[in-house]
C-alpha cells in the first residue's frame, strides 16, 4: 500500500546489481533478490564472521534466485561458509530458501518461534483443515464460492516457493542481544506485519535492520488471515513504534525492500498518518453497510488477481477489525449470513 515519503535521506541511488553486493557498514553487505511477486524484489544481508557468514533473510525458491545464491557464494562471498541463517520472519519471501542453506552448510538456523510455526504450517501441504477454513473465511466475507476455491488453489504456489523449512530453530525473543560479525545487535520482536517480526539494532554502528517493519517507501502488508479472523493486526503494528524509540533518528535504517534510508522518527510518523487517513476512510465507506469484499473493491480498485485481491482482503479486514474494536463500525449482518459491515459511531 502506498506511503511515500519526501523526509528521507537515501545514501544510495540505486541497488546492487544482480550477484553483486555493496558494503553498507563495515562487513555487513547488502544483496538485491528478484522476487516472482507484484514487490518484485528482496534485500538481504550478508556479515562477515571471523570463520565465514551471517545471511540474515534468505529470498524464495525460484531457477533464477537460486543462480544468483551460487553467484553469490561463489564471487562476494569467496566461497566462505554459512554458519548462521537468521529469518526476520516466516514469509516466504524471506524464509523460502532458509532450509537450502541451513542443510547446504549445517548452518545454525535462528528467528523467531511463531514465525518459524508460522512459516512450517503455511509452507506445507495438507495441512488438516486449512483449505476448508481458507474458503469459509472468504465466503463469509464477500466471495462466491468459485472465486473462494480459485484462490485457496493460488494459494499453493506460494508452498512451492519455498524448500521445506528447517525442522528446529535457535530461538530469539524482543531484547536479546545477539552477536552478528563481531557487534552485539538488540533483538527488537514486534507484531502487525507479522506474528513475531525481528528486527536488530546495533547502537554501537547506529544500524537498524528493520525487515518488512519500517519500509521507505509504503506500508508493509497489515493484513488479517483465515486463522485468525477477528484479529488486530493494525492496532498490533500501531502500538510496536515506541519499540523504536532508543533508535536515533540518524540510523541506518535497512529494510526488506526498498533502499536503505535514514529519518526514522520521520518514517514512523507518515506511517501513523497514513492508517489513521486509512480508518477515516473505511469508516466513510461503511456509512453504508458493505461486505469486506465489496469494501476492498472500493478501497482497492485497482488490484487485480485472486493473490492479490486476497492480501487487499486481509488489509481492508485489518481497518475493519480495528475501528470495530474501537466501537466505530460493527458487523450487522443477520446471524449465519455473512459478515455485513456499517458504521455506527
Known sequence: MPATTTQLEFPWSAPPEAGQVREVAPGLFWARLPLPFRLDHVNVWLVKEDDGWTVIDSGCATPELLGIWERLLAGPMRGGRIGRVIATHGHVDHIGLSGWLVERFDADFMGTFAEWVWARVSHTHDVPGSSATHHGYLVRNGFDGEAAARLVESRRRFIDLSTPIPGWINEIRDGDTVAIGGRDWRVIVTRGHAFEHASFYDPAGNVLIAGDHLLPRISPVIAVYEMMPKGDPLGDYLESFPQFDGVRDDALILPSH???????????????????RRLEATAAFLREPKRAFELTRVMFPHVEGPDNIGFALGETLAHVNRLVRQGIVADVSPDNAGAVYRTIA
Open 258 to 276: 526498498g533502499m536503505p534510508y535514514r529519518g526514522i522518527r520521520g518514517r514512523i510518523d507518515e506511517l501513523r498518518d497514513h492508517h489513521r
